[in-house]
């Protein structure tokens, strides 16, 4: 049976920390499906379909990356894909202490997954994307914190989605 992890968020834009997190992963599962998350509390900035293609982007080379999304519930999303692992990255304490609270609901609702936790490097700990996405939205150069293939111009082209 494969060792299949789901690696949700709104990745509103993608980074440096969601993709160094990915990639120090893939030894640790035979398959990581990224998988974009509508939630309703969050204002995006790109659409779904320039979040998800540029994430395709990023992971074009890597048979063992799957980038798709879902509404609704991790766990539902979990069970449909056949996933026993939920990825992800921390960066300071109060993550920690978010994550934690979630990880436990999702093990109270399916006793089959488990949260996989994996520590951010610190270069990347100041990373979000909220914080890149204000960069972006008042003109700055956020390219820094963005994984290289990402070709900003290309994404920028297209107007961003308007805020919810």
């Not at 320039?50 to 990023?58: G, K, P």
């Amino acid at each position: 049976m494969d060792k299949i992890a789901v690696f949700p968020g709104s990745f509103d834009p993608i980074t440096i920390g969601h993709e160094s997190v990915i990639l120090r992963a893939l030894d640790l599962f035979d398959k990581i499906i990224i998988a974009v998350g509508h939630n309703e509390n969050k204002k995006v900035f790109f659409s779904l379909t320039l979040r998800l293609s540029m994430i395709a982007d990023v992971f074009a080379d890597n048979p063992k990356i799957e980038v798709t999304h879902f509404e609704g519930l991790t766990v539902d999303f979990c069970k449909r894909v056949g996933a026993k692992y939920i990825l992800r990255g921390l960066r300071t304490s109060a993550d920690f202490e978010f994550e934690r609270a979630i990880a436990q609901v999702n093990k109270a609702m399916y006793q089959e997954i488990e949260s996989v936790f994996m520590l951010t490097l610190p270069e990347h700990t100041s990373i979000n994307s909220t914080i890149v996405r204000e960069i972006l939205r008042y003109g700055g150069d956020a390219s820094q914190f963005l994984p290289q293939s990402i070709d900003l111009k290309k994404y920028l082209a297209s107007p961003p989605a308007p805020l919810r």
